[in-house]
């Protein structure tokens, strides 16, 4: 892959920041650290974009994206991200628009896709499950086909954990076994489910940044019509493993840990131990350079993870699996060097970033808030999309194969 710089970059950048500043209102920027923001704020986000001719940054032009090659999405998110513009609804644009476009009917394409564009239609993931985390294809959810004189459809009962945002979902995208009599693979089939069905129920849970953005959801009977399976029944398993490979790139997270070595770097300037800057002593010094050396080399592996996936090469599925790796651990080390970086006062739990603002002195205030609940939060880095154990169990196999 040619890494050489693309002189029209620097143009698309300045067009990017020029919308930012102009499109951004007020009153919905940095109000978001590493989670996604509120719902009221992405479909106000995603209407302005949309606008805009920006709605699936991340898609084809031929599926109604921008087209825009893997540096500009980079640069993109990187702008986003430091304008403190809200976020969009990244399991949809990253996650099931890539399903969608690949393996749904043009009736369920006209079905979902404009809601989707219009920000009007928010989804979450059903995956995971108790005891089917990191071995997904052990899940247990089953949907049992139904026909009847009134539409054929599939009952679907089991439990699903760690739903991220399933309270402000309007659709969920649902892994369910549809034949136990199979290799566990080979049983499972790809469901769209509307939250509002009758026996679907979220109930809450606080992770250890005390955010609610994670959720148990509990299926009991629930209706599904059979217009709302994606692919062939027990193709499940095939269009997930293309789904994950996308997740990889996403999970890397790289404009959140551009942000946190930006972050980074105003502490070590601005902050002073024994006298003198954190930057100026030479043992902090030398731990910057090499995280901004990793992180440099992180931006690289999601470009060529990117392009490789586009050209549908399967060496981008053990390079996803690096970069998953990788950039998580390095996600947790960025924001454990921002608490030390801050001495005795990275043991105070700064407020959660949509919280008001306290009047307490803290050095940095303003830029240190959240960043307690960051390091919480990423925790979970390595485990979430697949744990590092597992991402190394598919790199060794897979090099095996290659």
């Known amino acids: 892959m040619d890494f050489q710089p693309d002189p029209g970059l ?7 920041r020029q919308f930012l500043q102009t499109k951004v209102p007020a009153d919905l920027k940095g109000l978001q650290r590493c989670t996604r923001s509120p719902r009221e704020q992405i479909m106000r986000w995603q209407k302005i974009l949309d606008a805009q001719g920006w709605g699936a940054p991340y898609w084809a032009k031929e599926h109604g994206g921008t087209g825009w090659s893997v540096p500009q999405i980079l640069v993109f998110d990187d702008e986003c991200t430091a304008a403190g513009a809200p976020t969009q609804d990244g399991f949809v644009q990253k996650m099931l628009g890539p399903v969608l476009n690949a393996f749904a009917t043009p009736e369920q394409k006209a079905e979902h896709m404009p809601a989707i564009f219009s920000g009007e239609r928010l989804w979450c993931q059903g995956f995971s499950e108790p005891g089917a985390g990191s071995d997904l294809a052990s899940l247990r959810t089953r949907a049992e086909l139904v026909k009847s004189g009134d539409g054929d459809h599939y009952v679907v009962n089991g439990q699903k954990i760690w739903t991220s945002y399933a309270h402000h979902a309007d659709w969920i995208f649902l892994l369910v076994r549809t034949n136990p009599e199979v290799k566990k693979q080979a049983g499972i089939s790809f469901l769209l489910v509307d939250m509002k069905s009758p026996g679907v129920t979220v109930r809450p849970i606080r992770s250890i940044d005390d955010a609610h953005h994670l959720n148990e959801t509990f299926f009991d009977n629930v209706r599904v019509p059979v217009k709302n399976l994606i692919g062939a029944e027990g ?35 601005k902050l002073r131990a024994g006298g003198e800057r954190l930057i100026d002593r030479p043992e902090f010094a030398l731990k910057l350079a090499r995280l901004d050396a990793e992180l440099q080399a992180i931006g690289m592996l999601v470009q060529r993870v990117a392009k490789l996936d586009q050209e549908h090469n399967p060496a981008s599925h053990v390079l996803g699996s690096m970069l998953k790796i990788r950039a998580t651990e390095l996600q947790q080390r960025i924001t454990e060097t921002q608490i030390e970086a801050l001495g005795d006062y990275g043991a105070v739990c700064y407020p959660h ?16 808030r959240g960043i307690a609940n960051d390091m919480f939060l990423r925790r979970a880095s390595t485990i979430y999309g697949g744990t590092s154990e597992v991402q190394r169990g598919i790199i060794a196999k897979m090099q095996f194969q290659l």
């Open 10 to 16: 620097e143009s698309f950048r300045q067009e990017v």
């Open 353 to 368: 970033p949509h919280e008001p603002a306290s009047d307490q002195a803290y050095p940095l205030q303003d830029l240190a």
């Open 235 to 269: 193709a499940g398993w095939g269009i997930t493993k293309f789904l994950l490979n996308n997740e990889h790139a996403t999970t890397a997270d790289l404009p959140e840990l551009n942000r946190y070595m930006r972050e980074l770097r105003q502490f070590a300037t």
